[in-house]
């Protein structure tokens, strides 16, 4: 089955800086890949996802790459800001009707 | 619309005690999943269905049952509760089958075997 390794699992960042979290995936079937945020206390949510027919893909402060020759996406957070911080999921799908996750990166802002 | 709830948000158990974890979603998806989550192993598969009455494994399933009898409800049922299953579990939901879409996750329910 897919297996999906994520990196760093903690990365603190003065505000203002860049961020970026790396992931792997084992499975070349894999075709979507998703992005989630966990805020203290409560359940994960989407903040961005690419489809492998894509290489990137962009919403203000948050990107996201694929590289599918070497099985890795990454989340790019620009201009980080205190409430970015949180821990952030990626994930893969197997076989059609699953997602699997990778074991999360805590980021922390400092102002 | 309410989205994803659990419940309930915290419960505690004895060892060998059944329980059974309650979620429930009103935006008429489909595709429903339980995940555990667990300090440094980030949020694993238990359970998932595609729709009622049709429900398969994930990759942590052991000492865990689910059913699907309506399209809204997705129950998770501890059969003689564990240490081991102490955790924090997370209900989701999808509009169609999660591998390509969004999920929306319920705000958790922590559960404590002692």
């Known amino acids: 089955g897919e297996n999906v390794e994520q990196h760093p699992s903690t990365l603190s960042v003065q505000e203002g800086d860049s961020a970026v979290i790396k992931c792997t995936y084992s499975?070349?079937?894999?075709?979507?890949f998703p992005w989630y945020k966990q805020e203290l206390g409560k359940g994960p949510q989407l903040i961005i996802d690419?489809?492998?027919?894509?290489g990137e893909k962009k919403d203000q402060r948050i990107a996201v790459t694929l590289n599918k020759t070497a099985k890795h996406f990454s989340l790019h957070i620009t201009e980080t800001q205190p409430e970015d911080s949180a821990v952030y999921f990626c994930a893969a799908n197997q076989a059609g009707t699953a997602l699997i996750f990778g074991k999360g990166t805590t980021l922390s802002v400092s102002s | 619309n309410a989205g994803v709830t659990q419940t309930p948000k915290f419960q505690v158990l004895k060892t060998g005690q059944s329980m059974t974890l309650q979620c429930a979603q009103d935006?008429?998806?489909?595709?429903m999943s339980w995940y555990r989550q667990d300090p440094g192993m980030g949020l694993r598969l238990i359970h998932y269905?595609?729709?009622?009455?049709?429900?398969d494994q994930g990759e942590v399933p052991n000492g865990y049952n689910v059913s699907r009898s309506t399209t809204e409800d997705f129950p998770l049922r501890l059969l003689s509760a564990a240490p081991s299953q102490t955790s924090v579990y997370f209900c989701?939901?999808?509009?169609?089958?999660?591998?390509?879409?969004?999920?929306?996750f319920g705000p958790g329910t922590r559960l404590t075997v002692l």
């Open positions: 935006m008429n998806h489909e595709y």
């Open positions: 499975d070349s079937a894999s075709n979507y």
């Open positions: 690419i489809r492998s027919n894509v």
């Open positions: 989701a939901s999808s509009s169609e089958v999660a591998a390509l879409n969004e999920q929306f």
């Open positions: 269905s595609v729709g009622a009455g049709i429900t």
